[in-house]
């Protein structure tokens, strides 16, 4: 070290100087001495170490109590370390932490050496405590300042003095090196010349602003010459700066290269996200950074994530399985890849090929986790559409050959399946001669009208697939989540399918008919089939079906067979009931909430005279599907204007209203809204008091149909009430679009409407919907006082069932209205 002497210095002022220099050069470097006397292993701490510990002056703990001022971590390696220096003299110097009394942890480096007697034996051990990253330390009297000191250079600090006028009074060697001058060179010169020209004014004015105010002073610049940049912090003192410097280059290059790493992530078009090595379970890692591609990606801001887990992109549809497979990686610390469905904020799905990887530091621990995603959704749409091709066929969009044989030969040899079901082979009756005559374009739009009819004549989770040509094969199923009897099932979807496909066809303007053939086949039941046998089966029954005249049904099982010919039998009686007028109505009451009639429901019935009065639920289905319902349900409109017409010649009769059912292929008649003003015109009656009761099944398909013909209905006066309501299709968004006067509860809701709290909730959320929607609602199937009492209670507007009358044909109901008193409840 070197010194400046200055004329007119006495020596006692020269050493209290010098102390005075000491000290404030051991607080400048945050520096704290300590000395160990073994005899009587006494430990003395300097002020400034009882400072960095944010203890009181004048603190001297006991060895022991001096390890406890360590992080609990480095207690043993500090107490191991004393002791190799008191037992042979091993010097130590090591970083690691402190805890000040006041809870926080400091980074300290702790030096000791042993001091030995003229014999040679160790008598003291003395050493420095230095804080790495100081927090906060008063200077004299100035105010409290923020220092970062970083790391020490070399093996000890850069310090120097310098007087008032910048000129430097000391150096020591640390200073000498870093600034590459002796000290000779140095001493007596500017502080800021040391430096290159550019900066030269500027440092200046910074040290003699900071000596002339007496403030603290933090600078930094680059020295050219040096090839190095270098920070000064000045700490005022009577006679001038005492100044700290370090070399920061590695830093200042860290810095920037950091700065420019995370101006590259950013601008990365790959989503990345950095989180912290937390554990995997509940909430799990935390986000620290995430680029600015996530947010143009996800939607998410960098504010909205930061300390969430990545967990907030899962969606319905993300891939357990994918998910199991990061965390056992991450859980071995090893890389892993994935494709991921991820949800952006607004909820939409994107695929991403997402890549995780773990940061280690030098000591190899984990600190991180660094995640990198690619955009693949319109990859994965390719995928798909290469997929579809594959299975699907072009021209109608459904299964082809190859998906149909796949899903088959599962459904006989999957061991989670119950190998029971059908399978149908449907044939179109003399396609080729519409090819022939009016070509394959028009060929082609039969073929697809055709597969969208099948598909309506289906439940869920059914296959229709298209062979080729004309050839479209169906496959039922039996699962746990749709139960069904097979034969049963078979029945019902081969008849649906011949009255669908009968149905008139318009092609670019040509109106045509056609029919087709079906044959069925069962399995799962007797003894197991292969695919092969199965297709050959049902197209055997088709042929079959072929050869009985076409349009018809054939089951290659006797016994379904039998069964289909016994509901051709039903269908042939129908249609002679319609010619010979063996169909009657009866009308059931309608109640207010006063108990006064309202109006009655239009209930038909069927007089057979062999099976007597047949029930509405074996021959109604079927005269959907023979489309005699169409003719059938005109008449009954006809019937029940008649009567409203006549009881409006009655004062005490032409408040009531009817009601009829309107079934969905009568609704879906091109002509019924005609046929509906055609016969209210007339009769003469009020439109308001014919109520039209639609069935859910409406609402399948053609929603913007049905809402069309509703509003022309609505328009000329006719009352509308949704009938079975709960039962189907209906939703919020379609009840808001249909106009509607009436929701019915259906009696399967009412009738265990008391005991079964399901049935009672939904009943009452029903009433509450129509409250809500500005409806009425009336509950059919009310039996009891105790269910009227429930019902009201809840604001039901009307009943309907036998706890007031049974459905009665005109003249017993003329004569149970005469018998109540005028005005009377029922």
């Known amino acids: 070290m070197h010194t400046i002497d200055r004329p007119g210095q006495a020596e006692p002022g020269k050493l209290q100087q010098a102390e005075t220099l000491l000290q404030l050069l051991e607080r400048t470097a945050f520096i704290g001495v300590w000395t160990l006397d073994l005899p009587g292993d006494r430990l003395e701490w300097s002020e400034q170490l009882a400072r960095l510990h944010e203890a009181p002056a004048g603190y001297s703990p006991s060895r022991k109590d001096a390890y406890q001022h360590y992080a609990p971590e480095w ?27 006041s809870g926080r942890r400091a980074w300290v480096r702790t030096v000791g050496q042993a001091v030995r007697d003229d014999e040679g034996r160790i008598v003291r051990v003395e050493g420095a405590v230095q804080e790495i990253a100081p927090h906060r330390h008063r200077l004299g009297t100035l105010s409290r300042h923020t220092v970062s000191m970083g790391g020490a250079m070399g093996s000890g600090e850069a310090f120097a003095t310098i007087d008032k006028e910048g000129r430097f009074t000391y150096v020591n060697e640390q200073a000498e090196l870093l600034l590459g001058r002796p000290a000779p060179q140095l001493l007596g010169r500017m502080i800021w010349n040391t430096f290159q020209k550019t900066v030269r004014l500027r440092l200046e004015e910074q040290f003699r602003r900071a000596i002339r105010q007496g403030n603290l002073l ?24 005492a100044v700290h410097l370090r070399d920061v280059t590695e830093r200042h290059q860290s810095q920037e290269h950091l700065r420019l790493l995370e101006g590259s992530i950013a601008r990365l078009n790959d989503i990345v996200i950095i989180t912290e090595a937390g554990p995997f379970s509940a909430p799990g890692p935390r986000i620290v950074f995430v680029n600015e591609a996530f947010e143009r990606r996800t939607g998410y801001t960098p504010q909205e994530v ?76 390719a995928e798909e559409k290469i997929q579809y091709l594959a299975f699907y066929d072009a021209l109608t969009q459904l299964p082809n050959r190859q998906l149909l044989l796949d899903r088959l ?21 003399n396609f080729k001669v519409l090819n022939d005559t009016l070509g394959h374009q028009k060929g082609d739009q039969l073929l697809q009208q055709v597969a969208e009819r099948l598909r309506s004549c289906v439940a869920r989770g059914d296959t229709v697939a298209r062979l080729g040509g004309d050839e479209f094969v169906i496959l039922l199923e039996n699962s746990g989540t749709k139960p069904f009897r097979p034969a049963e099932g078979a029945r019902i979807v081969s008849e649906r399918i011949l009255a669908k496909l009968g149905e008139p066809y318009l092609l670019s303007g040509y109106l045509h008919h056609s029919t087709c053939s079906i044959g069925v086949t069962l399995f799962g039941r007797t003894v197991p089939l292969s695919v092969s046998e199965l297709l050959k089966q049902a197209d055997l029954a088709m042929y079959q079906a072929k050869a009985a005249g076409r349009n018809a049904v ?29 169909f009657l109505i009866d009308y059931q009451p309608q109640v207010g909430a006063d108990g006064r009639m309202t109006g009655v429901e239009a209930l038909l019935r069927w007089r057979h005279p062999q099976r007597d009065m047949v029930p509405p639920s074996h021959f109604i289905s079927t005269a959907e599907e023979t489309s005699l319902i169409i003719p059938i349900g005109h008449w009954v409109l006809q019937q029940a204007c008649a009567q409203l017409a006549e009881w409006s010649k009655r004062e005490d009769r032409k408040h009531l209203s009817i009601a009829v059912n309107v079934s969905v292929r009568q609704f879906r008649h091109p002509d019924f809204v005609d046929e509906v003003m055609t016969v209210v015109r007339e009769s003469g009656i009020a439109p308001h008091k014919l109520k039209l009761e639609l069935t859910e099944s409406l609402l399948a398909d053609g929603i913007e149909v049905t809402v069309a013909k509703m509003g022309n209905l609505k328009a000329m006066g006719v009352t509308l009430s949704l009938d079975d309501f709960g039962m189907g299709y209906s939703s919020l968004s379609y009840l808001k679009r249909l106009p ?32 809500s929607l500005g409806l009425g609602v009336i509950a059919e199937g009310v039996e009891t006082p105790e269910q009227r009492a429930f019902l009201a209670k809840q604001g039901c507007d009307e009943f309907q069932g036998f706890l007031f009358c049974k459905p009665l044909p005109i003249e017993e ?11 009377a409840a029922v």
């Open 75 to 101: 207690r043993d390696a500090i107490a191991r370390l004393v002791h190799a220096c008191i037992a042979d003299g091993t010097p130590f110097d090591e970083e690691m932490q402190v805890i000040t009394q």
């Open 218 to 241: 933090e600078t930094e610049e680059l020295d050219a010459s040096l090839s190095r940049r270098i920070e000064a912090r000045g700490y005022p003192f009577g006679a001038g700066l």
């Open 306 to 381: 930061m300390g969430k887990t990545p967990r907030l992109l899962q969606g319905p549809n993300t891939q357990r399985k994918e998910l199991d497979r990061i965390r056992a990686a991450m859980e071995q610390w090893q890389p892993v890849r994935v494709d991921l469905i991820n949800y952006k904020k607004n909820g939409e799905p994107f695929w991403v090929d997402l890549e995780v990887s773990p940061v280690w530091d030098k000591e190899r621990r984990l600190t991180h986790w660094v995640a990198v995603g690619r955009d693949i959704t319109e990859r994965k749409m």
């Open 409 to 429: 030969e599962r459904a006989l040899s999957d061991p989670d399946r119950s190998h029971e079901g059908a399978l149908m082979f449907i044939d179109l009756d």
């Open 554 to 582: 054939c089951f290659f099982d006797p016994e379904m067979q039998a069964t289909a010919t016994e509901n051709a039998a039903l269908a042939t009686d129908l249609r002679q009931a319609w010619r010979e007028g063996q």
């Open 740 to 771: 509607l006067d009436q929701l019915k509860i259906d009696r399967e809701f009412v009738k265990d409407i008391l005991t079964d709290a399901n049935d009672a909730a939904i009943a009452k959320t029903i009433i509450g919907l129509a409250q």
């Open 813 to 823: 109901l003329e004569s149970f209205m005469d018998s109540l008193e005028s005005g």
